[in-house]
């Protein structure tokens, strides 16, 4: 089960923002990762990568010693069907993985946060979320999320994103939550659309899904959920 981000349009908070956007659209293009001067504004108080326990799950950041069991998910069929990742090697994933143990604070536009999924001690999905705009009046984030195949089915994808979901909502007053899903993804179309999520656009086979804080309809209950901690890596 697989949502990939992409860069969805969103509200503009300004003038100042909107010329910043362009000139990290085509920084973007050119491969080039937009200096933090060019990226506006920062949220109150920035998010930095937590740990959650759900009923079933504990979602946190990225390790390396979970190198062998990242490379098993990129080189799952299942997962790779609906996301634009290349096949990589063993050591282009382990680089990959390293990469993504550093993004672990949501604090100005463009900032990503990558997260494990583990259940019962093993590695087996990743949510990111990538922070859109500012702006407390428009702001937003986009959500995007992996789970390998052999876990498909439980309800754990459901799980992990509500939980993620809660923590944008509460913690960084998100007013609205964006996801990019290939229509062609029965599971994780059909996942969005419990959740709330109506479309909004359509590029080809992508659907861009929206949802706000009033219009989330369903979540299974996280009694037992709670945060752990934050970690920060540096």
Known sequence: MTVRPRDPATPSSGSLDSGNSIVRQ???RWGVRTPRLLRGPRVEVPLTAP???TARLVIRPHRLSDAET??????DEGVLTFLSWPHRNRAQSFQHLKDRTRHTTLSQADDLLALAIERD???IGDLSV???TVHPDFRSAEIGWILASSHGG???ATEAVCAVIDLMFGRLDIKWMLAIVDIRNERSLALATRLGFIEVSRDGRDLTMMMSRDQ???CPDHSGQ?????HHTG
Do not use: C, P, T, Y
Request: proline content about 0%; overall charge positive.
């Open 26 to 28: 085509r920084l973007s």
């Open 51 to 53: 740990v959650i326990q």
């Open 70 to 75: 990242w490379f098993d998910i990129q080189s």
């Open 121 to 123: 001690g093993k590695l």
């Open 130 to 132: 990538h922070l859109r």
């Open 154 to 156: 439980a309800g754990l």
């Open 216 to 218: 989330r309809n369903f």
């Open 226 to 230: 709670r945060s752990l901690s934050s």
